[in-house]
């Protein structure tokens, strides 16, 4: 069992492939090697088999086409520019998020193996005039190029998993909050930076207003359900491979406070409450309010309560 990871270089790759690591096996067999693909070669990670870092650009066919030459049977598709970076520059989004995932389909195609791949699709293709909340099967409706882009690839890997090609999952992920370390280009990158800076110690700008809302999840509970997404057998996602994954609706203002029942009240003192329009603008076209019933069905996991997720980055991720 060969897997593959594209931005395995990045905050959910590094977290998935030490999860991959830790399990030692994915669909019932061994992993006998695993390689993180990312634009700079990811470090190795310590695993009970084989470990590659590769540096490869995803917009380039030929690049990608020499990561399947080994036949990977599992490929984790994580590679992409997240929503801000999207939005601020159209031609980088269509490059990396659209080319290079028509890019990776078809090297998997060309491999000729139907490799297992597994989409990190956004719940950013929703939003719009779409009915409130939001179920599954109804009409993408994105606000973004980034949502868009990711909507063309979740059509893109039906198609081929329709034909054969490949043997596609696509999940669209919730933020997932809280995110580790430096906060990225992402819109939503307040969601992670309003509770990890003022853990570690930094203060912390909070553009949206306390009763703000956000559908999340815990990067645990994503990595879980990454990893679930490759086991299931491909017939039960039915004629579409994408879904909602669930997560949680919680206002900033809930979030916040299961911070100060889990870590004190000294974190939330280090907020400032400044609005950013730009921010403001992107994220008020994003839907909150889902309801995954085709996800929840088919067994993928679900947050409890986000003091979880503050607990979980106490103990997986905090910089003291
Ligand atoms: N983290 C979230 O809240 C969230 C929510 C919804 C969807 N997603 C999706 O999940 C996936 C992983 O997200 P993440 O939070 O780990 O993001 P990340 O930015 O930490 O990781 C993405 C990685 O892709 C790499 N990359 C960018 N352009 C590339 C290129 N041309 N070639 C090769 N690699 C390239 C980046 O260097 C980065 O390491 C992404 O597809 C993202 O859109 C994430």
Redesign the pocket.
């Known amino acids: 069992m060969r897997v593959l990871v594209?931005?395995?270089?990045?905050?959910?790759?590094?977290?998935l492939a030490r999860a991959l690591a830790a399990r030692g096996k994915l669909r019932g067999q061994d992993i006998s090697a695993m390689e993180l693909?990312?634009?700079?070669a990811?470090a190795a990670i310590e695993a009970p088999f084989p470990v590659t870092g590769t540096a490869?650009?995803?917009?380039d066919p030929a690049q990608v086409g020499a990561l399947f030459a080994s036949k990977p049977d599992v490929v984790y598709?994580?590679?992409?520019?997240?929503?801000g970076a999207a939005e601020a520059d159209l031609d980088l989004g269509l490059?990396?998020?659209l080319t290079?995932t028509l890019n990776l389909l078809q090297a998997a195609r060309a491999a000729g193996n139907e490799p297992v791949v597994v989409y990190?699709?956004?719940?950013?293709v929703h939003g719009g005039d779409e009915p409130d909340p939001i179920h599954d099967g109804l009409e993408l409706n994105p606000q973004t190029s980034?949502g868009a882009q990711?909507a063309i690839g979740e059509l893109l890997l039906n198609d081929f998993s329709r034909r054969g090609l490949i043997d596609g999952r696509g999940l669209?992920?919730?933020?997932?909050?809280i995110?580790p370390g430096k906060a990225?280009?992402?819109a939503?990158s307040f969601?992670?930076s309003i509770f990890r800076d003022p853990m570690e110690g930094r203060p912390a700008n909070c553009p949206v207003p306390r009763d703000f809302p956000v559908w999340h999840t815990a990067p645990r509970t994503?990595i879980g359900n990454l990893i679930y997404a490759a086991e299931l057998e491909g017939a039960a996602f039915g004629t579409n491979r994408c879904l909602n994954l669930p997560g949680r609706t919680d206002t900033i203002g809930e979030m916040i406070a299961a911070m100060t029942e889990v870590f004190g009240p000294e974190a939330e003192a280090r907020i400032t409450w400044e609005t950013d329009p730009v921010i403001e603008t992107i994220v008020k076209g994003w839907r909150t309010a889902l309801v995954p019933g085709k996800g929840a069905a088919l067994g993928f996991a679900a947050d409890a309560s986000f003091a979880d997720s503050v607990r979980w980055f106490l103990e997986d991720d905090i910089r003291r």
């Not at 594209?6 to 977290?15: A, I, M, R, V, Y």
Request: net charge positive; glycine share 12%.
């Open positions: 594209t931005g395995g270089g990045g905050f959910l790759g590094q977290k693909v990312d634009l700079a990811p490869a650009d995803i917009s598709h994580l590679a992409a520019v997240v929503s490059r990396v998020n290079g990190a699709s956004s719940w950013a980034y990711k669209r992920l919730p933020t997932v909050s995110r990225n280009a992402a939503s969601m992670s994503v």
